[in-house]
């Protein structure tokens, strides 16, 4: 069975959890054999900017020792044989067709998500 | 005779925070009462649904007492449904994502549900009919 | 072809979200699936009669199924009578029997 997991929330909990919970999830299903993609709409496709930095939080004297980095994720779940898709329409509202993005990612038009959920078995939206 | 199916549904809202959780308790529902069985990976803040020390509270607002209010309890909701999946012939198998238990402090849950990992929810996923994922946002 | 539910929850009154369910409901079926949108909790704000014209009547220009769940709509004093033509008021059921249909269910 392949899987697409859609990742469409950005930085929903990230600081606390230090990680994409979906991004997570979906490295542990590979890590259990899981067949899977990641497609990012909406705001998540800002996880494939450069430049991310998370860490720095400080709380009285708490200090976040491990921030989250999903652009990093996404790339190791890249070399887990996992295919990233970006949808370009959502990248170019939020002006990120003109910066530096995360290699390897996939990008897809709107207008080919059909075709695309049509190699998966399912598809999850997270 | 009916088929049989399996339905795995992934919940994510932790209780009290959101109408995704009462929809997604009617779905359970309207599975079972046709007797297929149910799987239900709960993950982040849906861990809680099935914490045992949830207690009922009085509505002074309303005038009511613990009783009188009879407040909901999602806790309770659960057992109901593995109480009524019984009575279907059918099963709810309710498995928290054991890290998500343990950053909430919540691994006192009701009988019947269990600790797992998302490795199970992968196996449940690839034994139903369907599955559906009930984003939280 | 496999069949594709669409559940939509929210108000398309407030996010853009429930505009892209209708175009991606809409570029399912042009791919030749059978596709369904189920509106449940706010999603049903776009169903009232009189509401402002939203992507959903563009959904429901084609052979999509558009349906409302019955207690959302109840909870909300929409009633069957006022819904806007072609949505039907539908029991949660409905999702159910779709996904042991083997449906692909996408909740947004």
Not at chain 3, 83 to 100: H, N, Q, T, W, Y
Request: net charge negative.
């Amino acid at each position: 069975m392949k899987v697409l997991q859609i990742v469409e929330t950005a930085y929903r909990a990230t600081t606390e959890e230090q990680d994409d919970t979906v991004i997570w999830i979906s490295h542990a299903m590979r890590g259990a054999s899981a067949e899977l993609g990641v497609l990012l709409t909406g705001n998540a496709v800002n996880y494939v900017a450069g430049e991310q930095d998370g860490s720095g939080l400080m709380l009285g004297a708490w200090r976040q020792t491990q921030p989250p980095a999903p652009a990093q994720d996404l790339a190791a779940l890249m070399r887990k044989d996992v295919p990233v898709y970006c949808v370009r329409e959502d990248l170019a509202e939020r002006g990120l067709m003109e910066c530096k993005l995360l290699e390897g990612i996939v990008l897809m038009s709107r207008n080919q998500l059909p075709r695309l959920f049509g190699e998966y078995d399912q598809v999850w939206r997270w | 005779m009916a088929t049989k199916h399996t339905l795995t549904f992934v919940l994510m809202d932790a209780p009290f925070e959101s109408a995704r959780t009462t929809t997604a308790f009617r779905l359970l529902h309207a599975a079972l009462d046709r007797g297929y069985d149910v799987n239900v990976f709960a993950y982040e803040g849906a861990v809680a649904l099935s914490f045992a020390k949830q207690a009922q509270h009085p509505n002074a607002v309303h005038g009511r007492d613990v009783a009188q209010e009879d407040h909901p309890l999602s806790k309770n909701w659960i057992a109901a449904l593995m109480a009524h999946a019984r009575t279907r012939g059918a099963d709810l198998k309710w498995v928290n994502c054991g890290l998500c238990v343990d950053e909430r402090g919540v691994g006192e849950a009701i009988e019947g549900a269990r600790r797992g990992s998302p490795a199970d929810c992968w196996k449940m996923a690839q034994q139903s009919t369907a599955t559906l994922v009930i984003p939280t946002k | 072809m496999r069949g594709y539910l669409l559940i939509e929850s929210r108000d398309p009154f407030e996010s853009t979200g429930a505009a892209r369910t209708c175009e991606l409901a809409i570029q399912l079926r042009a791919a030749g699936h059978d596709v369904a949108l189920f509106l449940v909790q706010n999603g049903v704000l776009a169903v009232r009669s009189g509401a402002r014209r939203t992507e959903l009547d563009k959904v429901l220009g084609t052979k999509i199924e558009v349906l409302a769940d019955d207690f959302s709509l109840r909870e909300r004093g929409i009633a069957p009578a006022s819904l806007s033509g072609g949505v039907k008021a539908a029991p949660i059921d409905s999702v159910v029997e779709r996904m042991a249909a083997g449906w692909n269910a996408i909740w947004h």
